[in-house]
């Protein structure tokens, strides 16, 4: 037996499924001087469950894309490395129940098709050919996965942990990690068994990290956003007629998930399995009364057959053939949840050389390719794939107990639910708000949480509906799409303001603060008094993050950016900060309202003292009143018109808002402001703006200097890709309108062919057409290509467009 190491480059804290992919992919990719230490045996943390369902659908594209790279790893995984998976491929079936379900299998099937796989929309008989013993009579027809299956999880862990010692991973097993300390840049794992020195660590403790994760307080951290569940499924005694049939045609009946109910019901040996997600859900080790134990590992929470009473009958009802055995096992587990049940998979928040892993809802699925994504984040610093969706950075500083409780009860609950373009759920709402808050309230704002802050989503009149229930469809029209109109309308003409609550503001002090941001930036800094878009690649050239910056002094820079970029961006530089400068955080210290449209300058004008409304577009002004409110003015409007972002002190804006309210601005929300910058190709981070896209790609080549003094990250990179042509590029597309906006990642076809997909589109009011952005084959950009996009399963002609805004193409307005 080997000596137990004293020094590793990482140390994985954690041996289940998640923590022993992490160390398979290390040592597979060379790095051999890894160790996970896990406080018991591999547990694949479920041994209490048989076999883990492994499907490919995802309601997320990047956690679709680990997934699918999972499940192709474990095709081949135990012949790989001689350990037998018992991995069955039997395929499986989603059920819908109404129109809108069926047009959610379609977009996911479009989806699917372009990463390779394959999901097929079936019609009832087609359903029934497949599961003859399912009732389908009531259903509005199904989405058929060829590629899913069940796998043996502590299998699964067993051969990932042969494969990845003897790719030389060090495993120690019965080995409780019990604090974390630092020297210098090194880590000091403690444990029962001695200290370890490591460069890296990773935090892969499943359910537990929430408690791993406070070991990492003293360097920085913060409690991690998760909460336990429990989740249970039963398994009936042998069915006599399923057996015979299996025997029969050689094979078992494929996975159901009947989706719109909320449950999986499969085939286990001669059984079946059901596993409700249900309503009436519950959370465990959430009170002070109901602390979490030590250990649970091999443990189970009490039956609580009660709960799944409603699931149990409807599934009876579906396939009657449950209705014939007894309840053989009930398993009643542990489940971590972040709020959005998404995992967590990236670095670790406000701490260096630390990762995590974890919060996984459905770790045997992904535990492959998240292995993959951790092995690739702490190797380089970087993903393949842009990751966002499972960053752990995601999360800020209003993710506490209560948010995180409350969303892990509706994300459950709803696990399998639809979710709509102007659908918002409504728990975890209202933890951060603008001091106008009140004010939106009585101008009828719909309200959306970005980053925790409340924000206008559009402005509703009386009558209009404004229940949860009006929203749950994909069509761009609802009670919304008049206001949003209206509200496009009266900044198109006149004035209106929307408050950008949020905004993350990040400062960067010291000496050489201008030269340290300048180092990281592709773009040139803008002279003093001036305010420009800067954008940050990594090593790649792709698109880390895209902000408006000011240069105050050499020794001081303002960033703005998107308020859910707030961690994400401040980390690029406080991570790579040298001694002497500071990065802070000062969201709070400021608002901003965005005051837009023709006659902005003239309604502003009376109001202002000490700035000038005649400074040209992109200038910023810090010295002057607006409404006898001190406040700075940077002309720059995300709408595409004349017009300045007022930002000022919090305790301001009441008595600024009150006087444009006075002097007839239109309040406007977030959906005229998407549909606007839409037809003035302004990108999005995150939609647009990504880690699968270099700045080249991403048509951003007028913000990059290669001629700039300082190198920048990717830079290299990105003159090779100018030298030899980039593979695919940006494009504006307008399409025929129809119902329904083109969703993210929606597949763009030329004749038999996906070349491309969209990432954001809008119905812009301004000029009346349907506006997709997109990624498209660098050889079909020429404007008047025609192509198609698919929205939920019709495609529809899309025609490239000039390399311009399709709203004020040489910028007059905004200019004016
Ligand atoms: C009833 C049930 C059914 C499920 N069905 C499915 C399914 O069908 N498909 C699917 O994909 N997923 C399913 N899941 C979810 C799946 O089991 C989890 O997502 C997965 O096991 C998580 O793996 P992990 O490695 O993140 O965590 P874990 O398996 O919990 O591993 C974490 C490890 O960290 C160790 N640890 C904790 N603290 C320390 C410490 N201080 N020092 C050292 N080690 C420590 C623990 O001992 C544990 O072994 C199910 C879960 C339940 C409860």
């Known amino acids: 037996m080997a000596d137990f190491p004293t020094t590793a480059r990482v140390v994985i804290i954690g041996g289940g499924v998640i923590g022993t992919s992490t160390l398979f992919h290390l040592a597979r990719a060379g790095w051999k001087d890894c160790v996970l230490l896990e406080k018991n045996e591999l547990t694949a943390g479920s041994t209490w469950h048989a076999a883990g369902n492994c499907p490919n659908f995802a309601p997320n594209w990047a956690v679709m894309n680990m997934q699918r790279y999972g499940l192709e790893l474990y095709r081949g995984l135990a012949d790989d490395v001689d350990y037998p998976m018992n991995y069955h491929v039997t395929g499986s079936l989603r059920l819908a129940h109404s129109k809108e379900r069926m047009q959610e299998f379609a977009k996911v099937s479009g989806q699917a098709r372009y990463q390779g796989l394959e999901m097929d929309i079936l019609t009832n008989a087609e359903i029934k050919e497949r599961h003859p013993f399912l009732e389908t009579h009531d259903l509005a027809g199904g989405m058929w996965d060829s590629l899913d299956g069940d796998i043996d999880p502590a299998q699964l862990t067993q051969a990932l942990a042969k494969g990845a010692r003897a790719a030389g991973g060090h495993i120690e097993r019965f080995c409780p990690v019990t604090s974390m300390d630092q020297d210098g840049d090194e880590w000091i794992v403690k444990t029962e068994k001695g200290d370890i020195r490591a460069e890296f660590v990773v935090n892969c403790a499943g359910?537990?990290?929430?408690?791993?994760?406070?070991?990492?307080?003293?360097?920085?951290?913060?409690?991690?956003?998760?909460?336990?569940?429990?989740?249970?499924?039963?398994?009936?005694?042998?069915?006599?007629?399923?057996?015979?049939?299996?025997?029969?045609?050689?094979?078992?009946?494929?996975?159901?998930?009947?989706?719109?109910?909320?449950?999986?019901?499969?085939?286990d040996k001669n059984g079946l399995n059901l596993g409700p997600y249900e309503r009436n859900c519950k959370a465990h080790w959430v009170t002070p009364d109901d602390p979490m134990p030590d250990d649970f590992s091999f443990q189970l929470y009490p039956d609580d057959l009660d709960r799944l009473e409603f699931y149990i009958e409807d599934a009876m009802a579906r396939l009657p053939l449950l209705g014939e055995a007894g309840i053989g096992r009930n398993i009643n587990g542990p489940i971590p949840y972040a709020p959005d049940g998404l995992p967590m998979v990236g670095p670790m928040p406000g701490v260096k050389n630390a990762f995590e892993a974890h919060s996984f809802t459905f770790?045997?699925?992904?535990?492959?390719?998240?292995?993959?994504?951790?092995?690739?984040?702490?190797?380089?610093?970087?993903?393949?794939?842009?990751?966002?969706?499972?960053?752990?950075?995601?999360?800020?500083?209003?993710?506490?107990?209560?948010?995180?409780?409350?969303?892990?009860?509706?994300?459950?609950?709803?696990?399998?639910?639809?979710?709509?373009?102007?659908?918002?759920?409504?728990?975890?709402?209202?933890?951060?708000?603008?001091?106008?808050?009140?004010?939106?309230?009585?101008?009828?704002?719909?309200?959306?949480?970005?980053?925790?802050?409340?924000?206008?989503?559009?402005?509703?009149?009386?009558?209009?509906?404004?229940?949860?229930?009006?929203?749950?469809?994909?069509?761009?029209?609802?009670?919304?799409?008049?206001?949003?109109?209206?509200?496009?309308?009266?900044?198109?003409?006149?004035?209106?303001?929307?408050?950008?609550?949020?905004?993350?503001?990040?400062?960067?002090?010291?000496?050489?603060?201008?030269?340290?941001?300048?180092?990281?930036?592709?773009?040139?800094?803008?002279?003093?008094?001036?305010?420009?878009?800067?954008?940050?690649?990594?090593?790649?050239?792709?698109?880390?993050?895209?902000?408006?910056?000011?240069?105050?002094?050499?020794?001081?820079?303002?960033?703005?950016?998107?308020?859910?970029?707030?961690?994400?961006?401040?980390?690029?530089?406080?991570?790579?900060?040298?001694?002497?400068?500071?990065?802070?955080?000062?969201?709070?210290?400021?608002?901003?309202?965005?005051?837009?449209?023709?006659?902005?300058?003239?309604?502003?004008?009376?109001?202002?003292?000490?700035?000038?409304?005649?400074?040209?577009w992109l200038s910023a002004s810090f010295e002057g009143t607006v409404a006898g409110q001190p406040c700075a003015l940077i002309r720059v409007s995300f709408a595409g018109e004349l017009g300045w972002e007022i930002h000022a002190a919090p305790d301001a804006m009441p008595a600024?808002?009150?006087?444009?309210?006075?002097?007839?601005?239109?309040?406007?929300?977030?959906?005229?402001?998407?549909?606007?910058r839409i037809e003035k190709g302004y990108r999005a981070w995150k939609g647009d703006l990504s880690t699968d896209y270099s700045l080249i790609e991403g048509g951003l080549d007028r913000f990059i200097k290669f001629d700039k003094p300082q190198d920048f990250p990717g830079k290299a990179a990105l003159l090779a890709e100018k030298q030899q042509g980039r593979k695919k590029g940006f494009v504006t597309l307008v399409m025929d309108a129809g119902d329904t906006d083109a969703p993210y990642m929606a597949p763009i076809w030329h004749g038999d062919e996906i070349v491309g997909e969209v990432t954001s589109c809008a119905m812009g009011y301004r000029t009346n057409k349907c506006i997709a952005l997109g990624m498209v084959r660098a050889n079909l950009l020429a404007v008047g290509t025609e192509l198609e996009v698919d929205v939920y399963g019709k495609r529809h002609k899309a025609i490239v467009q000039e390399d311009a805004p399709l709203w004020d193409p040489n910028n007059e307005r905004i200019k004016a």
Not at 368 to 387: F, P, R, S, Y
Not at 401 to 428: I, N
Not at 527 to 533: D, F, H, Q
């Open 363 to 616: 770790g045997i699925a992904q535990g492959g390719g998240a292995g993959k994504v951790m092995a690739e984040w702490i190797m380089h610093g970087e993903t393949e794939l842009d990751m966002w969706s499972v960053d752990p950075r995601r999360y800020t500083d209003y993710a506490d107990h209560e948010y995180c409780l409350s969303k892990a009860l509706e994300t459950y609950g709803h696990e399998y639910a639809m979710h709509f373009p102007h659908h918002e759920w409504p728990q975890g709402r209202d933890k951060k708000h603008s001091t106008l808050q009140s004010r939106l309230q009585d101008a009828g704002a719909q309200f959306g949480a970005y980053n925790g802050w409340e924000r206008a989503n559009w402005f509703a009149k009386d009558g209009d509906d404004t229940s949860e229930d009006s929203t749950q469809t994909w069509d761009r029209d609802g009670p919304w799409e008049t206001r949003i109109r209206e509200e496009v309308e009266a900044v198109r003409d006149g004035c209106g303001m929307l408050p950008i609550t949020g905004f993350s503001r990040i400062k960067i002090e010291g000496v050489g603060a201008k030269d340290f941001v300048d180092g990281l930036s592709a773009s040139r800094l803008p002279a003093l008094g001036r305010v420009s878009l800067a954008y940050f690649p990594d090593s790649r050239g792709r698109i880390l993050t895209e902000t408006s910056i000011m240069v105050h002094s050499d020794t001081e820079v303002g960033l703005i950016t998107a308020a859910t970029a707030q961690w994400h961006d401040a980390e690029i530089f406080s991570r790579q900060a040298p001694d002497g400068i500071t990065v802070t955080d000062h969201t709070k210290a400021a608002e901003c309202l965005l005051v837009t449209g023709p006659k902005a300058r003239d309604i502003l004008g009376p109001l202002v003292d000490g700035h000038d409304l005649f400074r040209p």
């Open 207 to 267: 359910y537990y990290a929430q408690r791993v994760g406070e070991m990492f307080k003293p360097f920085g951290g913060r409690t991690v956003p998760m909460v336990v569940m429990s989740h249970q499924y039963f398994l009936t005694e042998p069915i006599a007629e399923l057996e015979a049939w299996t025997k029969e045609v050689g094979h078992k009946v494929p996975l159901v998930r009947d989706v719109d109910i909320s449950y999986y019901l499969r085939q």
């Open 656 to 676: 600024i808002w009150d006087a444009l309210l006075e002097a007839g601005v239109a309040p406007f929300g977030m959906y005229a402001l998407n549909s606007m």
